[in-house]
């Protein structure tokens, strides 16, 4: 069985950094990022819906430049499980908020840095402003997944976070981690 890939491999009018895609997507947080339709779906709701069934797989044949973006915040969203897990105690939903949005802005390394683990399936940016404006949409996109996360985790209700997500922090997509 196949792993499952990003529907936007194919739009059209996309500005890419390298080989990767920056998709528009909804966001409350100012950025770089083109602004989705509210109506539709956009990365960040794909990358949450596949994350689960995505994170069984160790292998993952990248199929287009969005699937090169999900990997990122699929593993993105795998280093933030491991990060509430390794709390001495249960966050609360703002605790979370508060790990996650810290995580998100923290320094990572991107495409083309010495220490960015996927390296040999990612183009490095052309020149510095490409890595710039890379670098601002990463942490746009990281903010606004940090954010729709916690409210996937603690939508039930009871304060703590659902177990059907937590279950998979220690499953590992690809074997890899972005090093968080």
């Given at each position: 069985?196949?792993?499952?890939?990003?529907?936007?491999?194919?739009?059209?009018?996309?500005?890419?950094?390298?080989?990767?895609?920056?998709?528009?997507?909804?966001?409350?947080?100012?950025?770089?990022?083109?602004?989705?339709?509210?109506?539709?779906?956009?990365?960040?709701?794909?990358?949450?819906?596949?994350?689960?069934?995505?994170?069984l797989?160790?292998?993952?044949?990248?199929?287009?430049?969005?699937?090169?973006?999900?990997?990122i915040?699929?593993?993105?969203?795998?280093?933030?499980?491991?990060k509430i897990?390794?709390?001495?105690?249960?966050?609360?939903?703002?605790?979370?908020?508060?790990?996650?949005?810290?995580?998100?802005?923290?320094?990572?390394?991107?495409?083309?840095?010495a220490?960015?683990?996927?390296n040999?399936?990612?183009a490095?940016?052309?020149n510095?402003?490409?890595?710039?404006?890379?670098?601002?949409?990463?942490?746009?996109?990281?903010?606004?997944?940090?954010?729709?996360?916690?409210?996937?985790?603690?939508a039930d209700?009871?304060?703590?976070?659902?177990?059907?997500?937590?279950?998979?922090?220690?499953?590992?997509?690809?074997?890899?981690?972005?090093?968080?």
């Amino acid at each position: 069985m196949p792993a499952y890939h990003s529907s936007f491999n194919e739009e059209p009018d996309v500005r890419f950094v390298g080989n990767l895609s920056l998709l528009p997507f909804k966001s409350k947080i100012r950025g770089p990022a083109p602004i989705a339709d509210p109506a539709s779906l956009d990365i960040i709701d794909e990358t949450l819906d596949l994350f689960r069934a995505n994170s069984l797989f160790r292998n993952f044949e990248i199929k287009g430049p969005a699937d090169r973006l999900l990997i990122i915040l699929i593993l993105f969203i795998s280093d933030c499980l491991s990060k509430i897990a390794s709390s001495p105690k249960v966050p609360t939903q703002i605790e979370a908020t508060k790990l996650l949005n810290t995580l998100a802005v923290d320094n990572f390394p991107i495409p083309g840095d010495a220490n960015f683990q996927l390296n040999a399936h990612y183009a490095t940016p052309s020149n510095r402003t490409e890595a710039d404006s890379l670098r601002q949409y990463l942490v746009q996109a990281r903010q606004e997944t940090a954010g729709r996360l916690v409210e996937k985790l603690y939508a039930d209700g009871t304060g703590k976070p659902s177990k059907w997500w937590m279950c998979f922090t220690k499953r590992r997509f690809m074997n890899r981690s972005l090093g968080n």
